[in-house]
């Protein structure tokens, strides 16, 4: 046993952690300065001969001491750091350093979320954290009084997967989940379960690609895509198209595309979704915690009015990946997910009072990801997380206005949240597209890119709350700076 290295948690786990963690913190330090920038310089072939030569042999005849160090330097050295100001090409933000912390405690005790066994104080928290979440997203919802606490369905089924739902007040629920595509899948999951495998996705063009990938995945019938001329979804043509159609449908949303941050008009969706007896998924993956923030929370109006609500606070929440959720505005719905297996959930276990937590997940082994929300949430509050929020859509707002002020950029439009759209106002696509490539391979900006309006523009997605109106206007000389004149 002596020649073991020691074990991360138990009597020694702080003892033989703690030497480990400085030699991770001084690597990564002299990773980031190696480095020298938002990302490692020579672009993929020069990073890729770097990690090659740092790492050598993967799996040696004899050990190497000096490998933790030698790694977190190589993988650091060859980051894309999205804690650098310059680092702003998607929605990859900088995590907290409490919720990396809690992700530390997580990787100690490394808790399995598929029995309560496995996990018994996680599940409980992880239980708090869905329900607060839930509760935020359906504030606007009536329901009925007091907490709902998750119980197991029962045992009777209605059709080959579902449970018989039980008689009980019906109240809003969420699920963790390793972030957005899989929260998408699920929403259509439960749409597919509730209504039957007929029943027809419709989504706007600016739709996440996640969406029509999980209607094929799920052998759905192919979605009907509404046209979103303004990088919105249109009422009149979502109108138009759910008339013409006949079946179960199921609405997609958007509360924060990708492409733009921009928010479909989620009030007029829902009402026509009532009017068409229409099911409503609002993908709020970016969008969704400006529901913390009093002065952008308007914006989501609406949003209580869908059945299933996508979140992701590895984007706009500075939680590290993955920390997904899958808000249900009826906790029934999620009686599909249930699942047995003997060794996990076992009948006599769940009547003694054991939790039943295989329904809570199509994973089986799961990290208890709540943990660093729950840190997150409750270290900073509403006011804290609200805080951080309005800084970067303020952020955002002042590097808009230095776009339009400065005569060589155009600006797509003002920020709806924290994404910003330009381009230098005589470049063609190519000369844009080449732009952004040079930044990359010389390692001064990562910058994104979105076509709209039949062009390209440059993308910058604000979500670090340590960048400066400095920083902004200097990432705006580098481009001009590498702009073909």
């Known amino acids: 046993m002596s020649t073991l290295l020691p074990l991360a948690s ?14 991770v913190l001084d690597a990564l330090h002299a990773g980031e300065r190696a480095r020298g920038g938002p990302l490692p310089a020579g672009g993929p072939e020069a990073v890729a001969a770097r990690v090659r030569d740092a790492v050598g042999d993967v799996l040696p005849d004899e050990g190497d001491p000096d490998a933790l160090r030698a790694l977190v330097h190589a993988l650091a050295e060859g980051a894309a750091d999205p804690a650098h100001p310059l680092c702003v090409a998607h929605l990859h933000c900088p995590p907290l350093a409490v919720a990396t912390a809690a992700d ?48 197991a369905p029962s045992r009777g089924t209605i059709g080959p997967h579902r449970p018989a739902a039980d008689t009980a007040q019906n109240h809003p629920d969420a699920l963790i989940t390793t972030g957005g595509t899989e929260s998408n899948q699920l929403a259509l999951l439960l749409a597919r379960e509730v209504h ?22 799920l052998g759905l019938p ?5 046209p979103a001329p303004a990088g919105t979804l249109d009422p009149a043509a979502l109108d138009q198209a759910l008339t013409a159609l006949s079946g179960p449908l199921l609405v997609a949303a958007t509360a924060g595309t990708t492409d733009a941050g921009l928010i479909d008009p989620l009030p007029d969706i829902a009402a026509l979704c009532r009017t068409h007896g229409a099911r409503l998924h609002i993908d709020a993956a970016y969008g969704g915690p400006l529901l913390f923030s009093h002065r ?43 699942h047995h297996a003997d060794y996990l959930n076992a009948d006599d276990d769940t009547e003694a009072g054991l939790p039943d937590l295989l329904g809570r997940s199509l ?22 997380l609200g805080t951080l929020i309005d800084h970067i859509c303020d952020r955002a707002r002042e590097f808009a206005a230095l776009v339009q002020e400065h005569p ?27 732009v952004r490539r040079q930044l990359l391979t010389d390692g001064r900006a990562v910058l994104g890119r979105a076509r709209l309006d039949g062009r390209l523009w440059l993308k910058a997605t604000l979500l670090n709350p340590a960048t400066r109106p400095g920083d902004l206007a200097g990432l705006l000389k580098l481009v001009e700076g590498t702009t073909p004149r």
């Open 10 to 23: 138990g009597p020694e786990g702080r003892h033989a952690l703690r030497p480990l963690l400085d030699t």
């Open 104 to 151: 530390l405690a997580v990787s100690a005790l490394n808790p399995s979320m598929d029995s309560w066994d496995q996990a018994p104080a996680a599940s409980e928290l992880e239980e708090l954290v869905t329900r607060a979440l839930a509760n935020e997203v359906y504030a606007e919802a009536p329901r009925g009084a007091g907490l709902y606490r998750y119980a």
């Open 196 to 217: 039957g495998p007929s029943v027809r996705l419709v989504v706007g063009a600016n739709a996440h690609h996640t969406l029509p990938r999980a209607a094929w995945l």
């Open 222 to 226: 192919d979605p009907v895509v509404v």
């Open 296 to 338: 952008h929370r308007a914006k989501l109006t609406g949003l209580a009015a869908a059945d299933t609500v996508t979140l992701d606070l590895h984007k706009l929440g500075w939680q590290p990946v993955p920390a997904g959720v899958l808000a249900v505005k009826d906790a029934h719905d999620l009686a599909a997910l249930h």
């Open 363 to 384: 994973h089986t082994t799961r990290r208890p990801d709540a943990l660093k929300i729950a840190v997150t949430l409750k270290t900073l509050g509403r006011t804290g």
């Open 408 to 434: 060589g950029y155009e600006l797509y439009d003002t920020p709806t949240i924290s994404t910003v759209l330009f381009r230098p106002t005589t470049a063609t696509d190519d000369a844009v597209a080449a």
